[in-house]
């Protein structure tokens, strides 16, 4: 478990350059943040992310995990407000706290905020096959696997597949 409180915030610029170095290479980048970015992680990719959170309706949200101070934690969600569901999408916790219990405490509060809101009546998200750990943390929140698309991201010459898992309103503890 965290020795220190975990806090979480809107994910914002000034969270940019403590993230820079989370993905050491391409495959960690493409496991966090899908087959559409580019190596190595640049502040402008993060700045368009941002840029989204804007508006009556935002495309997505985006928060921040911290512990002392420092960035431990990141995740969004892509919202869709015509169907009321949301994206669970690019979650990662920083290499250098890895290991410390952060990851499922800050994605209960980043579900609670979600659910907050009375316009989403489903949270769903996309995990690697072989993200073993993540899976777990998932399923820990009630999420529940409900299909997986096999060989769906090309990643250098490997295929990955990717579970689909979801979670709704009622099922919210």
Do not use: C
């Amino acid at each position: 478990m965290p020795t220190s409180p975990l806090l979480v915030e809107g994910f914002s610029q000034s969270h940019i350059p403590e993230m820079l170095d989370w993905f050491s290479n391409l495959e960690a980048l493409v496991q966090w943040g899908g087959p559409g970015l580019s190596f190595p992680l640049e502040a402008g990719q993060l700045d368009a992310m941002i840029a989204e959170t804007f508006g009556a309706e935002p495309g997505r949200s985006m928060f921040a995990g911290l512990v002392d101070d420092k960035l431990a934690g990141h995740a969004q969600v892509a919202l869709d407000w015509q169907n009321g569901l949301g994206r669970l999408s690019r979650v990662a916790i920083n290499p250098r706290m890895r290991g410390r219990g952060l990851a499922q405490p800050f994605l209960r509060e980043v579900t609670s905020r979600f659910f907050a809101n009375p316009a989403f009546e489903r949270l769903e998200l996309n995990v690697y096959t072989f993200n073993e750990a993540a899976i777990r943390t998932y399923r820990s929140l009630g999420f529940r696997e409900e299909g997986v698309r096999r060989s769906s991201a090309k990643v250098g010459n490997a295929r990955w597949d990717t579970a689909i898992y979801g979670l709704l309103r009622n099922e919210w503890n």
